[in-house]
């Protein structure tokens, strides 16, 4: 940590006679130098969750933490925002290093990243019951979040609830696995975590469906789960806002509206049910999140079963230096 100013004065003055000493208000220019800084992996998607999504962000944070001097123009401390992601910045050694320094911690914060594993599970109505009669209170979310294992696994009650959990995992291992899917996803950025949407053909020329043209017509029906994950200060846990997307087909309307070179022509519209919902929860770092679907074929019940682990990439570089095995 950087000595404060006053702090700072007071060691010059008793280390050297008072004559000797520079006025600290006039600027060296003289001592100013220019260097480019790449901001680029600063920025966007994986500065979101640092508060820094913009080169904007980036120059805010410098002028607020750190004193450049008095601006002169081009022939004083200056930032020039340039193209591809670059900032040059002319000012003195000190600043300099404290801005290295700054971004430096910037780009240690977005070290991290999140891998997700998300299962797709389908039950019916009488094993969804059971499941939720199955889950420890203490895990148990609020709908559309059944189920988020977190702090409580630490708790004094800790052994309760990992035999509770035993049991709904039986139930959850027995039900029919419609898709599985694994990812590594930015820190605090927006990402579809799962999704599973097919295609309904359908047609206006009176021609079955499916058939070959130039302008096939189509809607999608099925879900995609959207999450933001955001990993707690002391990198222990993982909170997730969860928002369902779905759309369902529940059926066709036809109309005539007459012939057309001896082909009736009869125009289809679909008909569809927008569907979702949102949740929030915290997740312990290998912990299991369970999220019910609003969308679900027909007297079955769907669950995105979602398994966060915490990457945190200076760790995995130290482990491979140590040659130890890196987890998975």
């Known amino acids: 940590m950087p000595a404060k100013p006053a702090a700072l004065f007071a060691f010059v003055l008793l280390a050297a006679p008072l004559a000797a000493q520079p006025d600290p208000k006039k600027p060296d220019d003289k001592a100013l130098v220019t260097k480019v800084y790449n901001i680029k992996p600063l920025i966007g998607a994986h500065g979101k969750a640092n508060q820094t999504p913009d080169a904007d962000a980036v120059i805010k944070l ?5 004193a450049l001097g008095e601006s002169k ?3 004083g401390p200056q930032i020039v925002e340039r193209d ?23 780009a240690r914060l977005q070290d991290l990243t999140i891998d997700i594993k998300a299962d797709v599970l389908e039950l019916d109505a009488a094993s969804y019951e059971k499941l939720l009669k199955a889950l420890p209170k203490a895990s148990a979310g609020k709908l559309p979040v059944v189920l988020a294992t977190g702090a409580e696994l630490e708790g004094d009650g800790a052994p309760d609830i990992d035999k509770a959990l035993g049991e709904a995992n039986k139930l959850l291992k027995a039900a029919r696995l419609v898709q599985t899917s694994s990812a590594r996803f930015v820190n605090g950025a ?3 975590v799962s999704a599973r949407r097919a295609v309904v053909p359908y047609s206006n020329m009176g021609e079955p469906a499916g058939v ?8 999608k029906e099925g879900f995609a789960l959207v999450a933001v994950p955001v990993v707690s ?6 909170r997730f806002k969860l928002t369902e997307q779905s759309t369902a087909v529940t059926g066709m309307k036809k109309r005539e509206l007459g012939e057309f070179g001896g082909m009736k022509v009869i125009a289809q519209t679909p008909v569809v049910e927008d569907l979702g919902a949102t949740g929030s929860a915290e997740v312990a770092d290998g912990g299991t999140l369970l999220f019910k679907l609003a969308y679900a074929p027909k007297d079955k019940v769907w669950v995105v ?5 915490i990457f945190i990439q200076a760790e995995e570089d130290a482990l491979k230096k140590e040659g130890k095995q890196v987890k998975p």
């Open 212 to 219: 070959a043209r130039d302008n096939p017509l189509y809607v």
């Open 84 to 106: 591809n992601g670059k900032l040059e910045v002319r000012a003195n050694a000190k600043a300099q290093g404290e801005i290295a320094d700054l971004l430096d911690a910037l």
């Open 190 to 192: 927006k990402a579809t």
């Open 62 to 66: 410098i002028l607020s933490t750190i």
């Open 305 to 309: 079963l979602l398994k966060p682990t």
């Open 233 to 238: 200060a002391d990198r222990r846990f993982v």
């Open 73 to 75: 123009g081009a022939a």
